[in-house]
C-alpha cells in the first residue's frame, strides 16, 4: 500500500468513525422524539453540530482524493457503505418524526 493509499485509508477510517458517532446520536434523539420527549435532545446539538461539521470536512477530503480512495482495501469501502446507509436511515427516521411532531406554537396554544 502507498503512503497515499494509507492516507486516505486513514480518511476512510475517520469518516467511518465520524458517521459511527452521528449514529448513536440520531439514535438517541429519535428515541427522545419517538418517546415525546424533544428536550432529552437538545444537550446532545453542541456535540452534533461539531461531529456535522467534522464530517462535512471529512466528505470533502475522501471526495478529492477519488484515484487513491478507490485502491485501499473493499472491505474498508464496505464498512463505509453500511454505515452511510445507517447514517441515511436515522436521518430520514428522524425528518420524519420531525414533520409529524406538534409544531411549538400549537402546542403552546393547547391544539
Not at 497515499?4 to 449514529?23: K, P
Not at 461539531?50 to 464496505?78: M, N
Request: charged share 25%; proline share 4%; net charge negative.
Amino acid at each position: 500500500m502507498t503512503d497515499m493509499t494509507q492516507a486516505a485509508a486513514e480518511r476512510i477510517e475517520a469518516l467511518i468513525d465520524i458517521t459511527e458517532a452521528l449514529n448513536l446520536i440520531f439514535d438517541e434523539e429519535n428515541t427522545a422524539l419517538e418517546e415525546r420527549r424533544p428536550e432529552d435532545a437538545a444537550p446532545l446539538q453542541a456535540e452534533k453540530a461539531r461531529l456535522a461539521s467534522d464530517y462535512a470536512r471529512s466528505i470533502r477530503a475522501v471526495a478529492a482524493d477519488r484515484a487513491h480512495v478507490a485502491s485501499v482495501d473493499q472491505t474498508l469501502l464496505v464498512r463505509l457503505r453500511a454505515v452511510t446507509t445507517s447514517f441515511e436511515a436515522l436521518a430520514a427516521r428522524q425528518r420524519t418524526l420531525l414533520d409529524h411532531a406538534p409544531h411549538p406554537s400549537a402546542v403552546a396554544q393547547g391544539a
